[in-house]
C-alpha cells in the first residue's frame, strides 16, 4: 500500500505492507534511525515521534494510519550547527547516559514545550511517563527540560 506523509518538513511516499508500524517505515524506508525498537508494545517510549502535534509511539501506529500525516523526528529538531533548545540542554546537563532512550524522551519533551510554555515538575514527568531509562534517575532529565523551557521563553521574548 501507497503511503504518503510529510517528514521532517519533507513529503515522502512508500510503498510498504499493511502491517507495517510507522517505526519500521520511517527507520527502512526512510532511513531515519532516531527513533528506537524497544519494547514493541508502546510500554518504553524509545519509539517516539510527533504525529500532527501529538506525541506517538510508534512502533503501535501503523504507516497506512500516518498518511496524510505531519511527522516529527529527532532528525527533524536540529541542523549540522545547532541542536534544539531541548537537545543541547541534555548535552549540557549530561541528562542522558547511554543514550538509547534519548530521542523518545527528547521528543516528549519538545512536544510538552510546544504545549506549555512553562511546565511543572509534575507536568514534566507526566509528559515524560510514557518514556522509560534504565540509566539515571530523570533528575538531570527534569532539569534540562526546564532549563530548555527558559531558553525558549527568553528567546520568544526577543
Given at each position: 500500500?501507497?503511503?504518503?506523509?510529510?517528514?521532517?518538513?519533507?513529503?515522502?511516499?512508500?510503498?510498504?505492507?499493511?502491517?507495517?508500524?510507522?517505526?519500521?517505515?520511517?527507520r527502512d524506508e526512510f532511513d531515519l534511525t532516531g527513533a528506537k525498537?524497544?519494547?514493541?508494545?508502546?510500554?518504553?517510549?524509545?519509539?517516539?515521534?510527533?504525529?500532527?502535534?501529538?506525541?506517538?509511539?510508534?512502533?503501535?501506529?501503523?504507516?497506512?494510519?500516518?498518511?496524510?500525516?505531519?511527522?516529527?523526528?529527532?532528525?527533524?529538531?536540529?541542523?549540522?550547527?545547532?541542536?534544539?533548545?531541548?537537545?543541547?540542554?541534555?548535552?549540557?546537563?549530561?541528562?542522558?547516559?547511554?543514550?538509547?532512550?534519548?530521542?523518545?524522551?527528547?521528543?516528549?519533551?519538545?512536544?510538552?514545550?510546544?504545549?506549555?510554555?512553562?511546565?511543572?515538575?509534575?507536568?514534566?514527568?507526566?509528559?515524560?511517563?510514557?518514556?522509560?531509562?534504565?540509566?539515571?534517575?530523570?533528575?538531570?532529565?527534569?532539569?534540562?527540560?526546564?532549563?530548555?523551557?527558559?531558553?525558549?521563553?527568553?528567546?520568544?521574548?526577543?
Amino acid at each position: 500500500m501507497k503511503v504518503e506523509i510529510t517528514v521532517n518538513g519533507e513529503k515522502k511516499i512508500a510503498d510498504v505492507s499493511p502491517e507495517t508500524t510507522l517505526l519500521k517505515m520511517l527507520r527502512d524506508e526512510f532511513d531515519l534511525t532516531g527513533a528506537k525498537l524497544g519494547c514493541d508494545v508502546g510500554d518504553c517510549g524509545t519509539c517516539t515521534v510527533v504525529v500532527d502535534g501529538e506525541s506517538v509511539n510508534s512502533c503501535l501506529m501503523l504507516a497506512a494510519r500516518a498518511s496524510g500525516s505531519e511527522v516529527l523526528t529527532i532528525e527533524g529538531l536540529a541542523t549540522f550547527q545547532k541542536l534544539h533548545p531541548v537537545q543541547q540542554k541534555f548535552e549540557d546537563l549530561g541528562a542522558l547516559q547511554c543514550g538509547y532512550c534519548g530521542p523518545g524522551m527528547i521528543m516528549s519533551a519538545k512536544n510538552l514545550l510546544d504545549k506549555n510554555k512553562s511546565p511543572s515538575v509534575d507536568e514534566i514527568r507526566d509528559a515524560l511517563a510514557g518514556n522509560l531509562c534504565r540509566c539515571t534517575g530523570y533528575t538531570k532529565m527534569i532539569e534540562a527540560i526546564q532549563e530548555a523551557a527558559k531558553e525558549i521563553n527568553t528567546t520568544n521574548a526577543l
